[in-house]
C-alpha cells in the first residue's frame, strides 16, 4: 500500500450504533488530519495531531473521538451520530504541520 | 475570521479554452497556498503549492497559479484545458504554519470541460 488508506470505503450506521474509522499513511509523516466533506461546503477540519499529540480540535461534537496511536494510524471513533453527520470523511497527512498534505480516498458514512 | 474565497461554483468551458479560477484569502500573516485536484471518484490531490520565492508557480499537468500578495489572490490558470481536466478544484491556505499550521479550505470550483 502507498500514499493514505481508509477504510472501510463506505459505512451506513444507525444513531445508537459506536463503529471506528481508519486511516493508515505510508509516507513517513509526522501529521495526520481528519476532515468532514459536506456537499456544497467548504472542507471543515476537524481534528490535527502532530508527532501523535491532538494539536487542534475544531468545535467537533465530543461524539466524534479522535485516536492516534502511533504516527502511521489514525482513527476516528463514532457514538451516537446525527443524521446530519452523513458525509465524506478524509484523512489526510503531513511531513509536518504546516506542510502540503497529501490525502486518503476517504470513508463515505451514511448515518440512518 | 480568517476565509477563503473561491468566485466561481461551476465552470463550464469547451476544450482547449483558456481557464482561470479565483482564489481569495482574509489573513495579513504570512500564508502557504495550495491549489488541489479532486477528479471525479478520486481522492484529494495536490496540483501546486506556493511557499516563498517566485510567485508564479508551475504545477502538474500544465496548471500554473500566482500569488498577488497585495490582493490576498492565489488565481489558477491553465492556457488550453483538456476534456480529462474536469473536475472539482479547491483552494487551500495555511495560516499560521510556522506555529503549526492550520489549512483552511475555499468551497470548491467545478470544472465541466466539453469536448
Known amino acids: 500500500e502507498t500514499g493514505v488508506t481508509q477504510t472501510p470505503r463506505h459505512l451506513v450506521m444507525g444513531m445508537t450504533n459506536k463503529k471506528s474509522l481508519k486511516c493508515e499513511q505510508h509516507l513517513g509523516h509526522n501529521a495526520m488530519y481528519w476532515y468532514k466533506q459536506s456537499a456544497k461546503k467548504p472542507l471543515e477540519l476537524m481534528f490535527v495531531?502532530?508527532?501523535?499529540?491532538?494539536?487542534e480540535n475544531n468545535s467537533v461534537p465530543s461524539r466524534f473521538s479522535p485516536e492516534c496511536p502511533n504516527s502511521s494510524h489514525l482513527f476516528l471513533h463514532l457514538h451516537t451520530l446525527q443524521p446530519e453527520d452523513s458525509a465524506l470523511y478524509l484523512c489526510?497527512?503531513?511531513?509536518?504541520?504546516?506542510?502540503?498534505?497529501?490525502f486518503g480516498p476517504g470513508t463515505r458514512l451514511t448515518v440512518t | 475570521a480568517q476565509s477563503v474565497s473561491q468566485h466561481n461554483h461551476h465552470v463550464i468551458l469547451s476544450e482547449a479554452a483558456s481557464l482561470e479560477l479565483g482564489c481569495n484569502y482574509s489573513?495579513?500573516?504570512?500564508?502557504?497556498l495550495f491549489w488541489y485536484v479532486q477528479y471525479p471518484g478520486q481522492h484529494l490531490q495536490l496540483l501546486l503549492k506556493y511557499f516563498s520565492g517566485d510567485p508564479l508557480v508551475k504545477g502538474i499537468k500544465g496548471f500554473e497559479a500566482e500569488f498577488i500578495k497585495s490582493k490576498f489572490s492565489f488565481n489558477l490558470r491553465k492556457p488550453s484545458v483538456q476534456w480529462s481536466d474536469t473536475a472539482e478544484y479547491f483552494c487551500a491556505v495555511n495560516i499560521g504554519y510556522n506555529q503549526g499550521g492550520k489549512l483552511i479550505f475555499g468551497q470548491g470550483t467545478e470544472l465541466s470541460v466539453k469536448p
Open positions: 495531531y502532530s508527532l501523535e499529540e491532538r494539536v
Open positions: 489573513y495579513g500573516g504570512t500564508v502557504n
Open positions: 489526510a497527512s503531513s511531513q509536518e504541520s504546516g506542510y502540503e498534505q497529501y
